[in-house]
């Protein structure tokens, strides 16, 4: 399968579909901005094209299109989806990395390691599951918004329930009791993973973003913040890490949803 033919079929009236589309797809950045939002491109440059248009003339159409887009962040969104997912699994690695060799958690020697790396391992695979998604896109065309959501709520929870586990692994049962400063911690893990979200921003490929893949990428946020707070907070109180730890990532996801409705209007 060849640009040609997705755009011939395009012009015809249909719209491409089979493993070797997919195949093509996947490696073809301009092809695949065809099928962006239920092939809404595809479609409206398949009936903007007059009846004496050959597939040529709209391939150039389909070019020009292209081409309006140019900058870091057209280069960043080109990249395939492993390099864009890694790119982003990588920005949550480094949080830990630095928290771990720089501001490690006082108790860090009495906390027991099976917990603290049982923690990390669930918030790394939410994380590994999460980021694919977000970064798959028009890629993933079995997806349904019932599904999208059910993933959306399922990245929310982590953080909670890890909340629950974390206290279990403490070498200083009186921090337990300790409440300390949520407000700290929130800001703290709040504001470190904002490069995270940039980074989501500069690589996601969609023009109008779905909802539910924005408060996706705003609750991954929150559990890279968990992530790197769970290697620097020594507080059990599960007061404390719901309100100070937990929270970031509804805090982000509701922002983020709440932002894209004026915007989508907008378009």
Do not use: K
Request: aromatic share 6%; with cysteine.
């Amino acid at each position: 399968m060849e640009c040609a033919e997705i755009r011939s079929l395009f012009v015809a009236g249909r719209v491409p579909a089979g493993p070797d589309v997919d195949a093509h797809v996947r490696n073809c950045g301009h092809c695949r901005e065809l099928f962006d939002q239920n092939a809404q491109l595809g479609r409206r440059l398949a009936e903007a094209a007059l009846p004496e248009m050959e597939p040529g003339d709209l391939f150039a159409l389909v070019e020009r299109d292209v081409q309006q887009e140019v900058g870091l962040r057209a280069r960043l969104r080109g990249l395939p989806t492993r390099v864009r997912a890694g790119a982003l699994l990588s920005v949550a690695v480094a949080l830990l990395l630095f928290e771990l060799l720089l501001r490690r958690r006082p108790d860090f020697a009495e906390y027991s390691p099976a917990v603290f790396w049982g923690v990390v391992l669930a918030f790394g695979i939410a994380l590994v599951v999460g980021v694919l998604r977000v970064t798959r896109g028009t890629s993933a065309p079995l997806d349904t918004e019932r599904r999208s959501r059910a993933v959306a709520a399922a990245l929310l929870v982590v953080p909670a329930l890890a909340s629950l586990v974390v206290p279990l692994g403490s070498g200083t049962p009186e921090m337990a009791a300790v409440w300390g400063h949520p407000e700290a911690c929130f800001a703290y893990g709040a504001a470190f993973v904002a490069p995270f979200l940039l980074l989501y921003w500069l690589l996601e490929r969609r023009d109008t973003v779905p909802v539910t893949a924005l408060v996706s990428a705003g609750a991954l946020a929150g559990i890279a913040a968990n992530l790197l707070l769970h290697a620097h907070c020594p507080s059990a109180h599960l007061g404390h890490l719901l309100l100070g730890h937990a929270s970031i990532g509804v805090v982000w996801a509701l922002g983020l949803g709440l932002l894209s409705r004026p915007l989508q209007r907008s378009r």
